[in-house]
């Protein structure tokens, strides 16, 4: 079994910061990348950013700058640092896990909320 859990979420007023944790438990045969995205009400799901094994990088066009994807091999936990939020940030954000061998795993979502 595989669990995938995120935290750090909350009500944080615009212009503040969070950092959401991901942390990944289990038998976990070899993480290929972690991901994360969000979904608004209303919205489809959106893929925010991306870090692979080794270290690499990538953002959504609409978040660079503003998020940086980060992570630890060891405790297989990979974060997201979001500063200067805005209202439209508020969403719930996933955790997304893939596998060297093509398994993927779903977190449950932490919820954002950010309102004055």
């Known amino acids: 079994q595989v669990q995938v859990v995120e935290s750090g979420g909350g009500l944080v007023q615009p212009g503040g910061s969070l950092r959401l944790s991901c942390a990944a438990s289990?038998?976990?045969?070899?993480?290929?990348?972690m991901r994360w995205y969000r979904q608004a009400p209303g919205k489809q799901r959106e893929l925010l950013a991306t870090i692979t094994e080794s270290g690499r990088t990538n953002y959504a066009d609409s978040v660079k700058g503003r998020f940086t994807i980060s992570r630890e091999n060891a405790k297989n936990t990979v974060y997201l640092q979001i500063n200067s939020l805005k209202p439209e940030d508020t969403a719930v954000y996933y955790c997304?896990?893939?596998?060297?061998?093509?398994?993927?795993?779903w977190g449950q979502g932490t919820q954002v909320t950010v309102s004055e």
């Open positions: 997304y896990l893939e596998t060297t061998n093509a398994d993927a795993y």
């Open positions: 289990g038998s976990i045969f070899s993480i290929y990348a």
